[in-house]
């Protein structure tokens, strides 16, 4: 089992975590995508990228910067405080 060290719980189990989608800003105009091309349908290239993570027996949200490909963690911060670039 994989073991995460996050802020303010320690070392967790990734079993207590979801994964709830990538930290990327809205763009302000589409284009000729639709929304739902938007949401659904960008690319999933391996890649270095901070995500959302949701706890779910405390229920706090989490930022983690993590590569895609090899699935290594270079940051954890708790939702609303600064990650460190």
């Known amino acids: 089992m994989k ?7 320690g ?3 990734s079993t207590e ?7 990327d800003p809205e763009p302000t105009e589409l284009n000729d995508t639709s ?4 949401v659904f349908n960008r ?13 779910t027996p405390t229920q706090l949200w ?12 270079f940051d954890v911060s708790l939702a609303g405080d600064t990650m460190d670039g």
Not at 17 to 22: L, M
């Open 3 to 9: 073991y995460i060290d996050f802020p303010n719980l």
């Open 11 to 13: 070392c967790r189990p």
């Open 17 to 23: 975590f979801v994964v709830a989608g990538i930290v």
């Open 35 to 38: 929304p739902g091309e938007w």
């Open 43 to 55: 690319d999933s290239l391996p890649m270095r990228r901070t995500e959302w993570w949701y706890h």
């Open 62 to 73: 989490f930022l983690v910067e993590r590569d895609t490909a090899s699935d290594e963690i």
